[in-house]
């Protein structure tokens, strides 16, 4: 099987034999003895799904007599963990496995190695290709790959020859037309309402063996030329020419389409016997075994990138191309996939795509970045969402409250309509705020600074009039990019954010990277932490990659070049990070200085208090510090041992606690006696009543997202300070749990604006 020519033999032995006219298990039997012999292997079986079962249907190698009786269900033993993963298996030792089910029918008992594969058809798992040695053994990269391809052939042949009851996969109960409410993962926040439309479904290959290796190698040359075409086309058009994030993602997707490996392995497909629309199949099954299961981020989002293109390629080079963003939308829409590419998103008329429902999707994918930036709300992680959703239905998309109403009651209906006409005067009440000072009743000031991180964010400074931007995080550049942000591109995306502040300052915080923020071109030592939130990441990792750091240091140095540059340094747990870091900006800034390079004229520096120890080493650190930012994401986690991302501990993960509250009064002390300017940001502050809890123990800064910037000024311009801070300290000192009851009820008394 190693032999290209002998892979194409196979193939179209294989071909011929379920073509010809013959007994239906007759053909099976000699498939089987074809593979045993291309793979040399002591047993090969075939197991195909019939009435819901795993039945055991041909095999050359096991007892004859365990045809048509041995029979599994998904799930049980090897083959149904193969066909409920729709993964394969290489297994040295089989009884090693946890599933293994032994089956004395078979004679299995003689043979130790196995590895199997799903045979996949319109993606449901209609069967299992296993083969096995008596001798323990690892089947080799290139043996499962081989088996795969089979595997892919066999699921046509199959199908054609109506050996398999595709409906058992994965039974499909009759449509419900009743209203249903889905719940999701906000991933792009707002509210949309559109008819439901299908993005196209994978194509289905109904011809895998090809008949002339040249004529399919000339399909493919044409299918590429033609999807690079597409893709610069997209590059250029108007509303992304400029400038901005997307200019990395869509590069970086260039990049994939450009990869002549890729190229390489399925003109390998092809010389192997697969027509070209296959070979590209093959390769992407490959793919997805390799990424689909990584534990890198990056990685798992890049495969879905790759999936992107192999679709584009096949729907080109098959001829069906007919996508819903090519029929055009009509009507306001609601876009309805598993996933979806960045370019496959930029096909989709804005005027009328409303808003994106995904069945699986990230926060860090391409296409959630992308959406942002064009302001379309996005809904991922829907379970089920293409078995409750028919093309047509009404849909109702409310990512900020995570849900997805589908088929709505009338009530629904109304009640939505309602909130969206709700946000829309609370946004106007807002837009009247918006050039007034955030002034308490009692003349205390407080400064509302928004977070950013993308170039799509930089408008949201005058339409909130923020007093500047309290957090940048630099590491989205890093995050969407493939390889490392080049300086050049580095200096113009931060020169750009301070001349979108226009005099207003801009804390930049150093690329917080690493841990569960994993990019390609960092050495993580392929190491899986257990805990990454408090792993190697954040300065730790800078420290450690010292270049990483001064590169990014001299861009930022020389895009502030004139001017006043804020920098703060992300997780520093003990004052000597602190000064290791700033060393070596300011290393960076003499060999400027030395070289008469334009720079900042200034330089001040900060930290970012996320970790719990630092609080109490604060006396050494805050003489060196020109101001102090609380982190409250990461620290009431680190303090409530509660993880954030856990739903079963969010009732623990409170910012009202007693505890959290007298450990960031000690912080906000501490700097205040030092004369050091401190700040919160993160969600805590966005929110207004636990941002009235942060005023009242002190905090006069907050860095918070753009939207927040309106509810909060209202609330700030609704409260007297003065008594909640008396009442906070006794609240305080007092045994308990939450303050939350007690704020509420004297927000209520006050008559502060808290919605």
């Known amino acids: 099987m190693a032999a290209t020519g002998s892979a194409r033999e196979l193939l179209r032995r294989l071909h011929d034999v379920m073509a010809a006219r013959q007994s239906t298990q007759s053909k099976l039997d000699q498939v089987v003895a074809l593979i045993a012999g291309a793979l040399e292997s002591e047993v090969a079986s075939i197991y195909l ?10 095999t050359r190698g096991l007892k004859q007599q365990a045809v048509h009786v041995t029979r599994l269900a998904f799930g049980q033993g090897l083959v149904g963990t193969i066909a409920e993963t729709r993964m394969p298996l290489n297994l040295a030792e089989a009884s090693s496995h946890p599933r293994f089910a032994y089956r004395p029918e078979t004679g299995e008992e003689r043979f130790h190695s196995f590895a199997g594969v799903p045979i996949i058809r319109r993606e449901s798992c209609v069967g299992v290709l296993a083969v096995q040695h008596m001798q323990p053994r690892d089947y080799d990269e290139i043996e499962i790959e081989a088996l795969q391809t089979v595997a892919m052939v066999l699921a046509e042949l199959i199908a054609a020859a109506g050996l398999v009851d595709p409906e058992s996969a994965a039974p499909r109960p009759p449509r419900d037309p009743s209203p249903v409410r889905m719940a999701g993962l906000k991933l792009v926040d707002g509210m949309a309402r559109g008819q439901a439309v299908f993005h196209q479904p994978r194509v289905v290959i109904t011809n895998t063996v090809a008949d002339d290796a040249d004529a399919e190698r000339a399909r493919l ?18 509303d992304f020419a400029g400038p901005g994030d997307h200019e990395e993602i869509l590069e970086t997707y260039k990049m994939f389409a450009l990869d002549e490996g890729w190229a390489r392995r399925i003109n390998d497909g092809i010389d192997g016997g697969l027509t070209a629309e296959a070979a590209v199949e093959a390769v992407a099954q490959a793919q997805r075994i390799k990424l689909g299961s990584a534990s890198d981020p990056y990685l798992r989002e890049r495969l879905h990138d790759l999936e992107d293109l192999s679709n584009r390629l096949i729907r080109i080079v098959s001829g069906q191309s007919d996508t819903a963003a090519k029929r055009g939308l009509s009507q306001d829409s609601i876009l309805i996939a598993r996933n979806l590419g960045p370019a496959e998103l930029l096909e989709y008329d804005r005027r009328y795509l409303k808003g994106v429902a995904l069945e699986e999707g990230s926060l860090t994918a391409h296409v959630t970045i992308l959406a942002r930036a064009m302001g379309i709300p996005v809904l991922g992680r829907v379970r089920g969402l293409r078995d409750a959703v028919a093309e047509g239905d009404p849909l109702l998309l409310d990512s900020s409250a995570g849900a997805l109403f589908v088929r709505p009651a009338q009530a629904v209906l109304s009640s939505f309509e309602e909130r969206t006409a709700l946000r829309l005067a609370k946004q106007a ?4 705020l918006k050039d007034l000072p955030a002034t308490s009743l009692d003349g205390v000031q407080v400064k ?33 990019s493939a390889t490392l942000p080049r300086k050049g591109r580095q200096v113009a995306l931060y020169r750009d954010v301070l001349q979108a502040a226009a005099g207003r300052p801009v804390i930049f915080r150093t690329v917080d990277i690493g841990g569960d923020k994993a990019v390609p071109y960092v050495d993580s030592r392929g190491e899986r932490e257990e805990n990454p939130a408090m792993g190697w990441r954040a300065i730790r990792l800078a420290l450690a990659r010292s270049g990483l750091l001064a590169a990014q240091a001299s861009a930022l140095l020389e895009a502030a070049a004139g001017q006043t540059l804020h920098l703060m340094f992300p997780m520093v747990a003990e004052p000597w990070e602190y000064e290791e870091a700033r060393t070596i900006v300011e290393m960076r800034q003499a060999r400027l200085a030395a070289a008469g390079i334009p720079h ?104 918070i997202t753009p939207a927040a910037i309106g509810p909060v000024k209202a609330m700030v311009r609704s409260a007297s300070l003065a008594p909640l801070r008396a009442k906070m300290a006794d609240w305080l000192e007092t045994p308990g749990a939450s303050i939350r009851p007690l704020l509420l009820a004297e927000a209520a008394a006050q008559g502060i604006l808290l919605d």
């Open 221 to 238: 040359k044409a299918a590429f030329a033609r999807m690079r075409e597409e893709i610069d086309q997209m590059v250029s058009r108007a």
């Open 600 to 703: 900042a004229t200034d330089v001040r520096f900060g930290a970012m208090l996320e970790v719990p120890a630092l609080a109490f080493v604060l006396d050494e650190l805050l003489p060196r510090l020109d101001f102090l930012s609380i982190g409250t994401n990461d620290l009431t986690q680190f303090l409530l041992a509660a993880d954030r991302g856990n739903p079963r501990l969010a009732d623990r993960y409170d910012w009202l606690a007693r505890g959290l509250l007298r450990y960031l009064k000690l912080v906000v002390d501490q700097a205040r006696a030092a004369g050091v300017p401190v700040s919160v940001c993160g969600e805590m502050g966005g929110r207004p009543l636990e941002a009235l809890a942060l005023m009242a123990i002190g905090v006069e800064r907050l860095s």
């Open 448 to 480: 509302l600074m928004m977070n950013a991180g993308l170039r799509s964010d930089l408008p949201a400074l005058d339409i909130t009039n923020a007093d500047g931007i309290g957090l940048f995080r630099t590491e989205f550049q890093f995050l969407v």
């Open 49 to 58: 799904l019939r009435d819901g079962m795993l039945e055991l249907s041909a």
């Open 429 to 432: 009440e807002f837009e009247q």
